[in-house]
């Protein structure tokens, strides 16, 4: 059975409060839509995601789809949002539908769904009712409600793709969710296990709770690069995949860009997975003149593939010349473009060492770099 997901983000959320809708604040290093994304990329069943943004929202669209993530405009109201989503998906046999405001989802409750799959149209997790209910004005209590069969609804909430998607153009008006749209079209729809955590966030103070969730289970890491490149014989530099024009190269055994040799020993490093050598040794003719993006590529996706998201790299070049900052804009993109992420997590920038030792004597140039990688 192939599984896709399919992470509604086109909503505004404003009582959540801020300058940004709240898909797009931060819990700890990593935006709320980030976590859940990372959710169901590191869930080993889940074959594709696809994520629904809000049209004043597509310019976050370029860095998901360097992750091989499918981004498609919202519509006017969830429903459309859903079935744009569901058409833009890759033929699958079920999708998983999930709110990018709980990014807390973990694996235990995205296995309770595509389980109960197996034989129901429909399944989604929620939560038995415990508390007392009542009913209200603004400021009394003015009866009781039995609680009884009654349960709290979270996401992902998964069905036949095709079902759901018969559902959904049948279906008219304002529906709370996809469960409602699924039983309107006399699906059933199975309840599985939720969890306490998986929260939604909705009003300002969600956002504590749900970052003290994820401390429990985050795993940050931090990785540090160095590296050093002299010059010799040449008409340009290699420098974070920007060929800068220079009265001299720099040598080594690949192209010699010493920026990301660096960037990539800072991821290596975050993973605890060695160096360039470890994984490229110099003793192999076949990296020998190699490009370098071939070497931070490879330590990128390394880290996804054990579940880590990248979420910031900072690039320092030392040297006297050439002059970094006129190329430093195209530096990063480059970057951020090799690795998967959006450009304004990149820094790439550039110092002397006002002269003294073999940079201040024009006779190679230094990088030091750090990567930092979030797992939750």
């Given at each position: 059975?192939?599984?896709?997901?399919?992470?509604?983000?086109?909503?505004?959320?404003?009582?959540?409060?801020?300058?940004?809708?709240?898909?797009?604040q931060f819990l700890g290093e990593m935006r709320v839509i980030d976590h859940s994304?990372?959710?169901?990329?590191?869930?080993?069943?889940?074959?594709?995601i696809a994520i629904v943004l809000h049209a004043g929202d597509m310019a976050e669209?370029?860095?998901?789809?360097?992750?091989?993530?499918?981004?498609?405009?919202?519509?006017?109201?969830?429903?459309?949002?859903?079935?744009?989503?569901?058409?833009?998906?890759?033929?699958?046999?079920?999708?998983?539908?999930?709110?990018?405001?709980?990014?807390?989802?973990?694996?235990?409750?995205?296995?309770?769904?595509?389980?109960?799959?197996?034989?129901?149209?429909?399944?989604?997790?929620?939560?038995?009712?415990?508390?007392?209910?009542?009913?209200?004005?603004?400021?009394?209590?003015?009866?009781?409600?039995?609680?009884?069969?009654?349960?709290?609804?979270?996401?992902?909430?998964?069905?036949?793709?095709?079902?759901?998607?018969?559902?959904?153009?049948?279906?008219?008006g304002i529906a709370a969710d996809d469960v409602a749209v699924a039983r309107a079209?006399?699906?059933?729809?199975?309840?599985?296990?939720?969890?306490?955590?998986?929260?939604?966030?909705?009003?300002?103070?969600?956002?504590?709770?749900?970052?003290?969730?994820?401390?429990?289970?985050?795993?940050?890491?931090?990785?540090?690069?160095?590296?050093?490149?002299?010059?010799?014989?040449?008409?340009?530099?290699?420098?974070?995949?920007?060929?800068?024009?220079?009265?001299?190269?720099?040598?080594?055994?690949?192209?010699?860009?010493?920026?990301?040799?660096?960037?990539?020993?800072?991821?290596?490093?975050?993973?605890?997975?060695?160096?360039?050598?470890?994984?490229?040794?110099?003793?192999?003719?076949?990296?020998?003149?190699?490009?370098?993006?071939?070497?931070?590529?490879?330590?990128?996706?390394?880290?996804?593939?054990?579940?880590?998201?990248?979420?910031?790299?900072?690039?320092?070049?030392?040297?006297?010349?050439?002059?970094?900052?006129?190329?430093?804009?195209?530096?990063?993109?480059?970057?951020?473009?090799?690795?998967?992420?959006?450009?304004?997590?990149?820094?790439?920038?550039?110092?002397?060492?006002?002269?003294?030792?073999?940079?201040?004597?024009?006779?190679?140039?230094?990088?030091?770099?750090?990567?930092?990688?979030?797992?939750?």
């Amino acid at each position: 059975m192939r599984v896709c997901a399919l992470i509604v983000a086109a909503g505004r959320g404003t009582r959540a409060g801020g300058l940004r809708p709240k898909q797009w604040q931060f819990l700890g290093e990593m935006r709320v839509i980030d976590h859940s994304v990372a959710g169901f990329e590191r869930h080993p069943k889940i074959s594709d995601i696809a994520i629904v943004l809000h049209a004043g929202d597509m310019a976050e669209a370029a860095a998901f789809e360097a992750r091989g993530i499918t981004v498609v405009r919202g519509g006017a109201e969830r429903s459309a949002s859903v079935q744009a989503g569901l058409a833009a998906l890759p033929d699958c046999d079920v999708v998983l539908i999930h709110d990018a405001a709980r990014p807390c989802v973990n694996a235990t409750v995205i296995d309770g769904v595509i389980e109960a799959l197996h034989s129901h149209e429909g399944a989604a997790p929620g939560l038995a009712v415990t508390d007392a209910l009542w009913t209200g004005n603004t400021d009394t209590v003015t009866g009781t409600q039995d609680r009884a069969g009654l349960f709290a609804a979270q996401t992902p909430q998964g069905f036949h793709r095709a079902a759901i998607i018969a559902a959904h153009v049948q279906y008219n008006g304002i529906a709370a969710d996809d469960v409602a749209v699924a039983r309107a079209a006399g699906m059933t729809v199975a309840i599985t296990a939720g969890d306490a955590d998986n929260i939604k966030i909705t009003t300002p103070q969600d956002f504590a709770r749900a970052a003290r969730i994820l401390e429990k289970t985050m795993d940050i890491r931090t990785g540090n690069g160095f590296d050093v490149h002299a010059f010799g014989a040449g008409d340009h530099v290699m420098l974070c995949g920007v060929k800068i024009p220079h009265d001299q190269g720099l040598v080594g055994h690949s192209d010699a860009d010493v920026g990301l040799h660096t960037l990539t020993d800072a991821i290596y490093g975050a993973l605890a997975a060695g160096d360039i050598g470890t994984h490229f040794p110099p003793s192999d003719p076949q990296w020998k003149g190699a490009q370098s993006h071939i070497f931070l590529r490879h330590a990128a996706e390394m880290a996804r593939a054990q579940g880590f998201t990248l979420t910031h790299v900072d690039c320092t070049l030392i040297c006297e010349h050439p002059k970094v900052g006129p190329h430093a804009q195209a530096m990063r993109d480059a970057v951020a473009e090799m690795i998967g992420i959006e450009v304004g997590r990149v820094s790439v920038k550039a110092t002397t060492s006002e002269r003294l030792g073999f940079t201040g004597r024009g006779e190679g140039i230094a990088c030091m770099a750090t990567a930092t990688l979030v797992k939750s």
